[in-house]
């Protein structure tokens, strides 16, 4: 089914080399088509993360894809078209989308085709207006609460409480009846995750010595698992903190790796997606209001902008509003 709205072209951000933030330009490309397990996405607005700079540079580029890129990873919007082969989601319903492999194009455009099993109805909790900044950090930060394994009461220690996946994980971890320690950035981050309900909320750029005492007060045996955005000396001064046996879970791309010691263990792990999983998200998600903090919004025409501000430091994520 199709909505008969849908145009043949449509406005997009594109690049047709690899490169910096300037490589990024408006364009004007045909609509794509959709197969019978695909949907049609008219995006309202898709989230920017490193992983689009690193498809611009062609470091993280989706198998398939080919010039002019369209990048973006994520966006949520309404369903313009089905495949016939599609059930689970209809013209006209609501949705976000975490797009691993696109070979047509990302969510820097009007309208993307997507593989049906990565898309999912918006749940009520998310406003709408930022819902596709939510995706793919909100899986990742479920992937790593999974890989930590915590037990409802446990205290887990999120550092970069504050960032993109962060400020999400915090959220994640108290529907899952887990006491959350955020080690967010500076005064604004702190303020953001106590919003949020973390138990104890400390500014990482304090003195090391006194974020321990604080932490150790709180948990005097110890956190059972760390979830950390970041790494660094803090971080690896933080693990003392863990029990003897805990874990320390990273998603891949964390710079410098965090240090392992004796009596812990250092995973890494990836963001994952799937139609159970993202049950599991709209199912947490759904346990009250779900906030999305978006540090700044910029129009399509202006992702290069967007790209340069990833280079500075935020709370939360930034987003591109579309339509």
Do not use: C
């Not at 960032?163 to 953001?192: C, D, F, P, T, Y």
Request: aromatic fraction near 6%.
């Amino acid at each position: 089914m199709v909505d008969g709205d849908v145009p043949e072209r449509m406005q997009a951000a594109a690049f047709d080399e690899f490169g910096g933030p300037e490589v990024i330009t408006p364009r004007i490309l045909p609509v794509p088509e959709i197969a019978d397990d695909e949907v049609l996405l008219k995006v309202w607005s898709a989230g920017v993360g490193v992983w689009d700079a690193l498809e611009r540079e062609g470091v993280l580029v989706p198998e398939g894809a080919a010039f002019p890129m369209v990048p973006g990873a994520e966006g949520a919007g309404t369903v313009a078209a089905v495949g016939g082969q599609v059930t689970d989601v209809a013209v006209g319903d609501v949705v976000y989308v975490y797009g691993r492999t696109r070979p047509k194009g990302g969510f820097y455009a009007e309208y993307t085709a997507t593989k049906a099993q990565y898309v999912a109805k918006l749940p009520p909790g998310v406003p709408v207006e930022h819902a596709g900044a939510m995706p793919a950090n909100a899986l990742t930060a479920l992937s790593g609460l999974d890989v930590l394994g915590l037990r409802d009461g446990e205290w887990v220690l999120i550092f970069g409480a504050s960032g993109g996946q962060g400020h999400l994980a915090v959220q994640l971890a108290k529907r899952q009846g887990l006491n959350v320690i955020a080690v967010a950035s500076g005064a604004e981050g702190v303020a953001l995750v106590t919003r949020l309900g973390a138990d104890l909320s400390v500014d990482g750029h304090g003195d090391v010595v006194e974020v321990l005492a604080r932490v150790r007060d709180v948990a005097p045996d110890g956190v059972g698992g760390i979830l950390a955005m970041a790494g660094g000396e803090t971080l690896d001064r933080l693990t003392e903190a863990l029990r003897e046996g805990g874990v320390l879970a990273y998603p891949n791309g964390v710079q410098p790796v965090p240090r392992e010691r004796p009596g812990m263990t250092v995973r890494a792990y990836n963001g994952e997606t799937s139609p159970e999983r993202l049950q599991r998200l709209n199912e947490l998600i759904e346990a009250g209001p779900f906030s999305v903090h978006v540090a700044e919004t910029f129009p399509l025409g202006r992702a290069a902008e967007a790209h340069r501000r990833l280079q500075t430091s935020y709370p939360g994520r930034l987003l591109l509003t579309v339509t």
